[in-house]
């Protein structure tokens, strides 16, 4: 198993632009969430779904949009990308409500 | 809104000094998760407690769940340089269904 995997792992991007950050995960998880993680911040939630066709918007929603049309895939767009946007972004999916929560390794965004 | 404060924000040791994280909830949580995550890394689930009072223990790592359960804690006995990273805390959303919202961390260093 290949667990959770994030693509890319490090972007750039112009204020402006829009891009797709990829999540997959292999383990047949129905949950999956989005985390951006800021220093002194801790992780917080962007996105998250409890299964195929089904999201709901986090802490900080505004500026991303995601689907999940597959249980494998959880894509996260930005849409016109901010310099507050710079960070480290997460994704993680578990079995369910009482399970812990795989994370992938992570992609990390610079807006310029 | 819920939130899910940690303290210290910043520990140093010595390796062998025993170390103390706190956990604690604006609110009532119906379980609380803890992570470890490297420098560098991402987070890696620990542990999930769930009843009032619950103590478990992981080699050298002991986590407690508060009996009102609105606090937790992690217990590091004798430091190793492995230890270090941030550790953070989770819990549910009090009504937000399965979503998860994470302490701000504690980072530890362990010096020799």
């Known amino acids: 198993n290949a667990g959770v995997t994030q693509t890319p792992k490090f972007q750039v991007l112009k204020t402006g632009q829009s891009m797709t950050l990829q999540c997959a995960q292999d383990?047949?998880?129905?949950?999956m969430s989005w985390y951006r993680q800021d220093p002194g911040m801790g992780l917080r939630l962007i996105h998250y779904?409890?299964?195929?066709?089904?999201?709901d918007q986090g802490e900080v929603p505004n500026g991303y949009n995601v689907s999940r049309s597959t249980t494998e895939d959880f894509p996260l767009r930005l849409l016109s990308a901010a310099p507050s946007q710079t960070s480290v972004y997460f994704c993680?999916?578990?079995?369910?409500?009482?399970?812990?929560?795989?994370f992938g390794s992570g992609t990390r965004l610079t807006v310029v | 809104g819920q939130q899910v404060m940690q303290i210290p924000q910043y520990q140093h040791v010595q390796e062998g000094e025993d170390f103390t994280t706190y956990c604690n909830s604006s609110t009532t949580l119906s379980n609380i998760q803890w992570y470890k995550q490297r420098p560098g890394g991402h987070p890696v689930f620990l542990i999930q407690?769930?009843?009032?009072?619950e103590v478990k223990k992981q080699k050298r790592l002991t986590f407690q769940f508060g009996e009102a359960k609105k606090n937790s804690s992690l217990h590091i006995t004798a430091t190793q340089t492995t230890d270090v990273g941030t550790y953070f805390c989770a819990g549910p959303v009090t009504g937000g269904g399965n979503k998860l919202t994470f302490g701000t961390g504690t980072q530890l260093k362990v010096e020799l």
């Open positions: 993680a999916s578990r079995t369910g409500q009482g399970y812990g929560y795989t």
């Open positions: 407690l769930v009843k009032s009072g």
């Open positions: 779904s409890v299964g195929a066709g089904i999201t």
């Open positions: 383990m047949n998880h129905e949950y």
